[in-house]
């Protein structure tokens, strides 16, 4: 396979091409990802300044904030613009930098979530060792070892994409830079190059969720045996994290397990698990979560309080 590359620049297709769709899309998604930046922001906020690091739900949904703020920065903010905008192109070096993001931050998210969803079968199966078994220390070489992991196979796809050779069409049916689009591009038979990539992302993204599916059907199997009080709390958790996992690995699982296929559709498809899920996260967890909830009432009213003898 040569690396012969003449095109310089690629053009987003985007989500439509109608001025009025685009004028709505513009509206509705830059209201999306404001309220994806105030809502993780917010949650972030509330952990550090409630010194909520120690537990290890809290320590985990503050990464999982971040990597949402940062996942959602490498595709909204230049679909935005497009929506705006009559060229909608991307050099070549900033579509590999946007699919290297897209698939780094992407990738961590899903571990995250696997993560999270340990620690709640830890506390609800096994409560009497759950300090033991989720320690800070534990806790923080989980995280590395999943930012590790997303870097490993943002890598992975980067080194199969950068070396393809893209001779002619330039014109990409999408409105981020994706494997499968882009080899749709390449001046070469990719078939066993989109194998490969099912084998990596599909299996991470279904593995994940098959194993999220158990790990919560564990979990409310275990249920049975709690007080009232206990099932209410651990369903209102739980719930949350159920409600995440749905939207953001269904759409997923879809587009990155078919080698060599792709459709129209896969596009607005691909606006959950990379534009709504993050939204939703925060929104979910704050809402659903009592404890969070509390600790921002509480962060609040001390902040009321402070001003109040200031003045």
Known sequence: MEGVNNVTVFIFWGLSHNPEIE????MVFSFFYTVTLLGNILIILTVTLGNLFKYPMYFFLN??????????????PKMIIDLSSKSKTISFRGCMVQLFGVHFFGCIEIFTLVLMAYDRYVAICKPLHYMTIMDQDRCKKLVLGIWVGGFLHSLMQLTMVIQLPFCGPNVIDHYFCDVHPLLKLACTDTYVMSVVVTSNSGAISL????????????ILVSLRKQ????????????????????????????IYMRPDTTFSEDKMVAVFYTIIAPMLNPLIYTLRNTEVKNVMKKLWNSKVYWKGNGN
């Open 23 to 26: 004028e709505v899309c513009f």
């Open 63 to 76: 990464n999982l904030s971040f990597v949402d703020i940062c996942y959602s920065s490498f595709t909204a």
């Open 207 to 218: 593995g994940s969720f098959v194993i999220l599916l158990t790990s919560y059907t564990v």
């Open 227 to 254: 007080s009232a009080e206990g099932r209410r709390k651990a369903l209102s958790t739980c719930g949350s994290h159920i409600a995440v996992v749905i939207i953001f690995f269904g759409p997923c699982t879809f």
